[in-house]
Structure formats: structure tokens, C-alpha cells
């Protein structure tokens, strides 16, 4: 029963604390799945970290201290400290960028009740002289619709906290938190400290800036000609197309090409990088042309002697990028002679002369 006794009610939320340890441990735990659940159906971008914590009964007991018990007692109206506890169970969910932290919001809002919301992202913009780490807070509860659920009744009356975070944000925060005695520090401390806040701000907008660049250049290679007409010109003139355009083959390009070649594969960005990165090693001024040409002029043979292989080892795999390596070793076996490992090499060539020679 509510009283104005604070050390009773400290007693009391003690035991509370203690006698409900599983029931908040499984709510904590049936959050992060719910929001994980979330994340995957609405996919606002990725999200590499959800996790959740409970708060210790000692941090509860002086946050209740320092924010509403002088009021409440100076009111004269009687509490229960947990009443005052939204985020004994917080949920950290921590993005890739800035960007993500409003789309994320805004579909926890629109799936569970609202208590409360903390934006510190703005309350630190919004003041010229000062730091910390910016972040979306969220008090939350379970919304009518779920607490209607059998599945989700024991979790009535365990609202909880969210904190919404890009991934720069999130390692500032970590490292704000251990620097002590911020209000107290010398002015040249406080200097420092913004200059470093200022370069986490900076590497923030710089991560998405980079990423919308990248973007765009993936869209630009996605719409661009398969082939440079300069270099078709050429081909047909019977002239060599390498070193015309200056389209040094990248992973933007070589996704253009490939994916006109091999329509219904679908290239992931890090293996098409390290993919490139090897060609480029063998091969420093491999153009965008010379790729179309030597899939244009190869693949018909590599196909048939995959044919070949998957006939005669049924379980054997032959990727786009095993096709390609294929290809770029017939268009130049000196030049290319490492794409493909020494015993596929051997296989691949003495298939090629039985070929030629039937």
C-alpha cells in the first residue's frame, strides 16, 4: 500500500524486485523478440544489435530519489516506488545510421503503447556549448491489442524503456559514460571533449553520406549500358576496346555486367568486392568492356563444360563466380592463369584441347 515512508518503500520495492526477478528477466527477453520480430518484418535498415538489461533495485531506488520523491513528499502523496520505474527493463536497439533512428521509432509507436518519449538527439543540437552521447529514449508498454494476448498477460505492468541509437551514437555513449565529473572539469577538459563529441557527430553524417554516395553509384552502374558504345565501335572495327573508356572495373560495374549475364543470381556486395579486388590484382586495367567481352565471347563454352562437370559429379557446384573465373582464365591463361586453383586449371584446359581436337 502506497505510504510517504520513504524507508518502507524501499523495503517494499526490494521485495517486489526480488519476487518478480523471472517475471521481468521473461519480459525483458519477450521484448527483444518482439522487436527482433519487428526489425525482420518491416526492415528499416540494419539493425546489428538489440539487447536488453535490468536495471539494479539500488539505481532504481536513487533515480526515484533524485526525480520524484522531494515532490511527492513535499505534496504530501503517498508512493510506490515502482509505480515511478519505467525502465527497469530497458531494451538498447542500436542502428547503422543516424537515419534509422526516426523510422525505428516510429514503428515501436505504431506497435506498442506510448508512456513517454526522450529525444536527446535534439536536446543536444539544440544547445550550442554542450556534450554527450544522442540517442532516442522511449518509455513503452504493451499496447491493448497484445495485453489482450494469454501469451503476454504475465507481462501486464512491466512497461520498459527503449533506447534508439546509430552505431556511432552508441559507441560515444560508451565512452561519455566513463568520463566523470563533466560539470566539473576544467574549461580546457570540456574543450576536448567537445572537439571529440563534434568528431563522432561527424563520422555519424559522414557513415550515411558515404552510404547514400554508394548508393547512388550502384543505382548509376544499374541503369548505365551493359557495354560502352565507344567500345562496341571498336570491337567492330576489329580494334582493342581495353583502355578507351577508363572504366577500370569496380564492384558497381562488374554487378552491372554480371547481372545481365546471369540474371537470376543474386551478387552480394562483399563477395562481389573481394571478386573484383582479386581481377584487379591479376589484372590492374580490366575495364568494364573487357568483362562484357570476355563473358560475350567465353560463357557459351564454360557453360557447356559445366554441363560437363555437374554430369559427371552431380553434387558438385558451379557458381556465377566459378563461371566467371572460367571465362577470364579462357580469354587470357597467362594473364589469368591464378584465377582458378592449379587442379581446376588442368581439368579446365585438358576439357578445352579434348574439345578442340574432336
Same mark, same amino acid.
Given at each position: ?12 520495492? +526490494? ?5 518478480? #526477478? !523471472?517475471?521481468? %528477466? @521473461?519480459?525483458?527477453?519477450?521484448? &527483444?523478440?518482439?522487436?527482433? $520480430? ?24 536513487? +533515480? ?5 520523491? #522531494? !515532490?511527492?513528499? %513535499? @505534496?504530501?502523496?503517498?508512493?510506490? &516506488?515502482?509505480?515511478?520505474? $519505467? ?32 529525444? !536527446?538527439?535534439? %536536446? ?235
Amino acid at each position: 500500500m502506497a505510504s510517504l515512508d520513504f524507508e518502507q518503500e524501499k523495503k517494499n520495492f +526490494k521485495s517486489f524486485y526480488e519476487s518478480n #526477478g !523471472k517475471r521481468i %528477466a @521473461d519480459a525483458r527477453d519477450a521484448y &527483444i523478440r518482439i522487436i527482433a $520480430s519487428l526489425m525482420k518484418q518491416f526492415d528499416p535498415g540494419e539493425v546489428p544489435k538489440i539487447e536488453g538489461r535490468i536495471k539494479d533495485q539500488d539505481e532504481c531506488i536513487r +533515480k526515484f530519489h533524485r526525480k520524484y520523491q #522531494g !515532490k511527492l513528499e %513535499a @505534496d504530501e502523496q503517498p508512493y510506490e &516506488i515502482k509505480d515511478f520505474i $519505467s525502465d527497469l527493463i530497458g531494451i538498447r536497439i542500436v542502428c547503422l545510421y543516424e537515419d534509422q533512428i526516426p523510422v525505428v521509432s516510429a514503428l515501436l509507436q505504431g506497435q506498442f503503447r506510448i508512456l513517454n518519449v526522450t529525444d !536527446k538527439i535534439s %536536446a543536444v543540437e539544440s544547445t550550442e556549448d554542450s556534450f554527450g552521447y544522442k540517442g532516442l529514449h522511449m518509455d513503452l508498454a504493451l499496447n491493448d491489442e497484445m495485453a489482450s494476448l494469454p501469451k503476454y498477460q504475465q507481462y501486464l505492468g512491466c512497461p520498459f524503456e527503449v533506447q534508439i541509437r546509430s552505431l556511432i551514437q552508441d559507441a560515444w555513449s560508451m565512452l561519455d559514460h566513463k568520463i566523470k565529473y563533466k560539470k566539473s572539469i576544467p574549461i580546457d577538459l570540456k574543450r576536448r571533449i567537445n572537439i571529440l563529441s563534434a568528431l563522432f557527430e561527424l563520422a555519424d553524417r559522414e557513415f550515411k553520406e558515404i552510404r547514400d554516395a554508394t548508393t547512388e553509384l550502384m543505382q548509376q552502374a544499374t541503369v548505365a549500358p551493359v557495354s560502352d558504345p565507344v567500345d562496341e565501335a571498336r570491337e567492330a572495327a576489329g580494334q582493342a576496346a581495353t583502355a578507351v573508356s577508363g572504366k577500370t572495373v569496380n564492384a558497381f560495374n562488374f554487378m552491372r555486367v554480371a547481372r545481365h549475364f546471369f540474371k537470376e543470381f543474386e551478387f552480394e556486395a562483399y563477395k562481389v568486392d573481394d571478386f573484383v579486388q582479386d581481377i584487379l590484382e591479376l589484372d590492374s586495367g580490366f575495364q568494364k568492356s573487357d568483362l562484357h567481352k570476355c563473358l560475350k565471347e567465353n560463357l557459351k563454352t564454360v557453360r557447356d563444360y559445366r554441363e560437363h562437370v555437374t554430369a559427371e559429379n552431380p553434387d558438385k557446384t558451379f557458381s556465377p563466380y566459378s563461371s566467371i573465373r572460367h571465362c577470364l582464365y579462357l580469354s587470357d591463361p597467362e594473364k589469368f592463369l591464378r584465377i582458378l586453383s592449379k587442379g581446376t586449371r588442368e581439368r579446365f584446359a585438358g576439357w578445352v584441347r579434348a574439345r578442340n581436337s574432336a
